[in-house]
């Protein structure tokens, strides 16, 4: 089974930068979005930024002129440029890909930003 491992979380100052990567273990086909989305204590899980494969993006509005996903098809990865941390940011960020018939999700990297 194919899986998604997230890297480059950790524990940084608030207005600092944070970039992290999602790599898959094989190659998947047919990718139709990658996206991060991240999960705050006692928070629902909320979309961060998608791109498609065609190249549309969107972003969450809380990361809007922060953040920054991009892909590198040659490389089967996606990442995401976090700058200006904030405190609100922390959270569990969580890698996945889209197929048409599923959802591949990666365990997750902790994102802690302090004040």
């Known amino acids: 089974q194919v899986h998604l491992v997230e890297s480059g979380g950790g524990l940084v100052q608030a207005g600092r930068s944070l970039r992290l990567s999602c790599a898959a273990s094989?190659?998947?086909?047919?990718?139709?979005?990658m996206g991060w989305y991240r999960q705050a204590p006692g928070k629902q899980r909320e979309l961060v930024a998608r791109i498609t494969s065609g190249g549309r993006i969107n972003y969450a509005d809380s990361v809007k002129g922060r953040f920054i996903i991009s892909r590198d098809n040659a490389k089967n990865t996606v990442s995401l440029q976090m700058n200006t941390l904030k405190p609100e940011d922390t959270a569990v960020y969580y890698c996945t890909w889209s197929t048409r018939t599923y959802d591949y999700w990666g365990q997750g990297t902790q994102v802690t930003v302090s004040s």
């Open positions: 094989d190659i998947i086909y047919s990718i139709n979005a």
